[in-house]
């Protein structure tokens, strides 16, 4: 309690990016080698499920495992059934009855005292993403700062919202418009950013005076885990999230389908993202409103290059897109498109820069890309490497081993002369896996990034301001970023969210987001 006032002050201060570790000093290396050492000594544990801030155990785990080492447990995790499920359902119907009533500072300081733990525990939440799904000491670090943000962001976002609205003055009457929450909302985040999308989808819904059922990601427990405890830890009231592992064709389709359920925020691939809608838009027996879905699915994002861009730096942003985090971001670049006039040589730089990236456990800071994170998305991607083999002529990589059973590894692979119908230039990999595609001009560059369902994240490389206005005119996708690489949006700085099967534009980190979760009610009183 001592940080409260602190924390509540935070708000009065302009929002600012968490800064990112650098692990060229020592200082910063020691303290994430103590973080690794932390967390290793509690790795195998059981966590029970938590609902109203009462412990449950149902004795049949779902198992959190190293995908560097799959023999190595991370966490336990009693599963859910759909009786807890509904047990959770009731108790967050009942919270939201005292918690849409709390004043929005209020529910704006937990946020705020949450960020505080991250902050000061931020090498010890990185080093549980190594072990858990095997992301850089760099890309872990991002992911908790992002958090840290989210929880900063939408803070005083919702204080903004509270205050009067501006509206156009009418004689003889007073008119305000308030921003009231949902109910209780379903939150379903992803394995690839299991902290920071996590903690963003949660902290919009809790912060606008939503009750949530937070079912994590079957892949990363551990680190949705961790989160939840440290919600309890600022002492945010039982009931408000309740914490549900459990599978997401029992548990998760019934959630979706309840007549109580207000909204869902899901973040994951097009085809389950496609399902919740679907499910979420068949009204129940007893249902009173139209669910609200708030979706962020796939991309195929594309980076385009023109032929007076730089080629070093061009090769180095498109490396850096393609294969961080092994390629297993909805805004990685799986597609290059480059101008015919240079594109022996951009491909030549790319295949130069790939074959410099190494690859191996990354509890060993001197490993860029670690494992991806499963069995089934290692098969899965070896089966497009397979297939790319077959569309174009691979390059670099193209080989992939679970380094003598000990983990899903496979090398950062290019292909090039791909055909822009291709299967490797349409459908999503998501994994480190680059389609290199030959445009005739910038006219024909354009239209072939365009080409698919997704629309996502892009990026357009030139000097040329007539083709850079073009690619901001004509280039369709949520995100789109001008000479730099299409990945690593920043929280206030890029909101998030892309166009047509890549989701509903929620621009997560942005002052549209909350809305979202709230609904607008207009009162007037006649003077």
Request: glycine residues 14%; hydrophobic residues 40%; aromatic residues 10%.
């Given at each position: 309690m001592g940080n409260t006032v602190v924390e509540r002050n935070a708000v009065m201060t302009e929002f600012r990016n968490e800064p990112f570790t650098d692990f060229a000093v020592a200082q910063n290396e020691k303290a994430m080698r103590d973080g690794l050492a932390t967390v290793r000594k509690?790795?195998?544990?059981?966590?029970?499920?938590?609902?109203?801030?009462?412990?449950?155990?149902t004795n049949d785990f779902l198992v959190s495992t190293n995908p560097a080492n799959p023999s190595e447990v991370i966490g336990k995790f009693h599963k859910a059934t759909t009786e807890h499920a509904e047990k959770a359902m009731q108790t967050a119907l009942k919270t939201f009855e005292t918690w849409k009533y709390v004043a929005p500072a209020e529910r704006a300081s937990y946020l705020f005292k949450a960020a505080a733990i991250m902050r000061a525990r931020k090498m010890e939440l990185a080093a549980l993403m190594i072990c858990e799904i095997g992301k850089s000491w760099a890309e872990a670090d991002g992911d908790v700062a992002e958090a840290i943000d989210f929880c900063e962001f939408y803070g005083r976002e919702m204080i903004r919202l509270s205050q009067p609205q501006p509206l156009v003055p009418y004689?003889?009457?007073?008119?305000?418009?308030?921003?009231?929450?949902?109910?209780?909302?379903?939150?379903?985040?992803?394995?690839?950013?299991?902290l920071a999308i996590l903690v963003g989808m949660t902290t919009a819904a809790l912060v606008s005076g939503n009750t949530v059922i937070l079912k994590p990601s079957s892949d990363t427990p551990s680190i949705a885990q961790a989160f939840f405890?440290?919600?309890?830890?600022?002492?945010?009231?039982?009931?408000?999230?309740?914490?549900?592992?459990?599978?997401?064709?029992?548990?998760?389709?019934?959630?979706?389908?309840?007549p109580k359920t207000r909204f869902i925020a899901f973040t994951g691939s097009k085809e389950v993202g496609l399902r919740i809608n679907e499910l979420a838009a068949k009204p129940q027996k007893g249902q009173l409103w139209?669910?609200?879905?708030?979706?962020?699915?796939?991309?195929k994002d594309s980076i385009i290059v023109d032929d007076s861009a730089d080629i070093d730096s061009t090769a180095k942003d498109v490396v850096a897109a393609a294969f961080g985090f092994s390629g297993q971001k909805c805004s990685a670049c799986s597609r290059v498109i480059i101008h015919e006039k240079i594109y022996d040589k951009l491909l030549a730089k790319i295949v130069e820069e790939t074959k410099k990236l190494t690859m191996g456990n990354v509890e060993d800071k001197a490993n860029y890309m670690g494992p991806v994170a499963s069995k089934s998305a290692f098969k899965s991607i070896c089966e497009y490497i397979e297939i790319g083999k077959t569309e174009g002529k691979c390059v670099a990589g193209g080989n992939y081993d679970t380094k003598d059973g000990a983990g899903f590894f496979i090398e950062p692979t290019v292909i090039e002369g791909v055909s822009p119908t291709a299967r490797i230039?349409?459908?999503?990999?998501?994994g480190p896996v680059l389609a290199v595609i030959k445009a005739k001009d910038w006219k024909d560059a354009l239209e072939i990034a365009n080409n698919t369902e997704f629309g996502l994240t892009g990026a357009a490389y030139s000097k040329?301001?007539?083709?850079?206005?073009?690619?901001?005119?004509?280039?369709?996708?949520?995100n789109l970023y001008l000479n730099r690489k299409c990945t690593g949006a920043l929280v206030g700085v890029h909101p998030f969210g892309g166009f047509n099967?890549?989701?509903?534009?929620?621009?997560?980190?942005?002052?549209?987001?909350?809305?979202?979760?709230t609904q607008g009610k207009s009162i007037s009183e006649r003077r």
């Open positions: 509690n790795l195998g544990k059981s966590f029970p499920l938590v609902i109203g801030g009462e412990r449950i155990e004689p003889g009457e007073e008119n305000e418009l308030q921003y009231i929450p949902l109910g209780v909302g379903v939150v379903i985040p992803p394995w690839n950013f299991p405890a440290i919600l309890e830890e600022v002492g945010l009231p039982h009931g408000v999230v309740n914490f549900l592992p459990g599978p997401g064709a029992s548990v998760g389709d019934f959630l979706i389908m309840h139209i669910k609200r879905v708030v979706a962020e699915m796939g991309g230039a349409q459908e999503e990999i998501f040329n301001r007539e083709h850079i206005e073009q690619a901001r005119r004509e280039f369709f996708v949520g099967m890549s989701g509903t534009d929620s621009k997560a980190g942005g002052r549209d987001y909350l809305l979202l979760f």
